[in-house]
């Protein structure tokens, strides 16, 4: 039939060969390892090795004493700096300071207070920003 | 309980971070910054937006108000700033500098806010102007 001869011209191509051969050819080395992997065998020991005797003093250092000066060590290594700096705040504790102003005007607080309140109100009507409380 | 001297809350190494923090933040974004560390007299929102009006150039300027005895946080932004840092990114600073400051870190919360506030107003870079 004419319909099949022309696919038979497509199929049949003359480097199918050549494609099967080297398809096999890449495929040998993975199936010579597979083949060639002899299962690892290893006896188990009779016996297990007598571990050496630990004393009493050995098992508290390593167990009790190492970790606890670690333990102690990294806590002062924690603290010591806060402590060092004598932290001045405290949440809970009223504000003792004076009132500072950083990179305010040069009369600093007083300069609020003389400012027109109402004119301070009309100058920025566009102002924004926000505000929390702890 | 270490004792506050009535005189000065910061001790000068304290004050100097403080300073660099507000420098650095001006060198980031261009505008002026101020920390108002203090008890703030009446109402604190009011209280705080007069010291704002009162500085240099308050369109241009960021004021933050902490009054450690109320435990309030406020921080007032210049119409101009506002153009560049909305509300909402203030927000998110002063929330950052509240958790520092219910830890009782004071300067720390001032440093960290001032940066934070710092890098959200900076302007983008403008590429192709015309």
Redesign the interface.
């Given at each position: 039939m004419p319909r099949f001869d022309s696919l038979c011209s497509v199929m049949t191509d003359p480097r199918s060969a050549v494609r099967r051969l080297a398809r096999a050819l890449a495929l040998t080395p993975a199936i010579l390892v597979t083949l060639l992997a002899a299962p690892a065998l290893a006896s188990a020991p009779d016996t297990w090795p007598e571990a050496p005797s630990v004393s009493a003093f050995d098992m508290l250092l390593v167990l009790v004493i190492l970790p606890g000066a670690l333990f102690i060590g990294i806590s002062v290594l924690v603290f010591v700096p806060s402590m060092a700096r004598?932290?001045?705040?405290?949440?809970g504790?009223?504000?003792?300071?004076?009132?500072?102003?950083?990179?305010?005007?040069q009369d600093g607080?007083e300069?609020?207070d003389?400012?027109d309140?109402a004119?301070?109100?009309t100058?920025?009507t566009?102002?924004?920003?926000?505000?929390?409380?702890? | 309980m270490v004792q506050v001297p009535a005189g000065d809350p910061f001790t000068p190494t304290e004050r100097y971070e403080i300073d660099k923090a507000i420098r650095d933040a001006e060198t980031i974004c261009r505008f002026e910054f101020s920390v108002f560390v203090g008890s703030s007299e009446g109402e604190a929102r009011p209280f705080a937006e007069r010291l704002h009006a009162v500085l240099a150039a308050p369109a241009r300027s960021v004021l933050i108000m902490v009054d450690p005895s109320a435990r309030i946080v406020e921080v007032v932004t210049g119409a101009e700033v506002r153009r560049v840092l909305d509300d909402s990114e203030v927000k998110l600073a002063v929330l950052s500098m509240q958790s520092a400051f219910a830890a009782g870190d004071l300067v720390g919360g001032v440093t960290q806010g001032l940066s934070m506030l710092a890098e959200h107003a900076r302007r983008p870079r403008m590429l192709h102007a015309d």
């Open positions: 004598g932290q001045k705040y405290q949440p504790q009223a504000w003792r300071g004076e009132s500072t102003w950083f990179g305010g005007p607080v300069a609020a003389h400012a309140a004119e301070a109100e100058a920025d566009d102002r924004g920003g926000a505000s929390a409380r702890w | -």
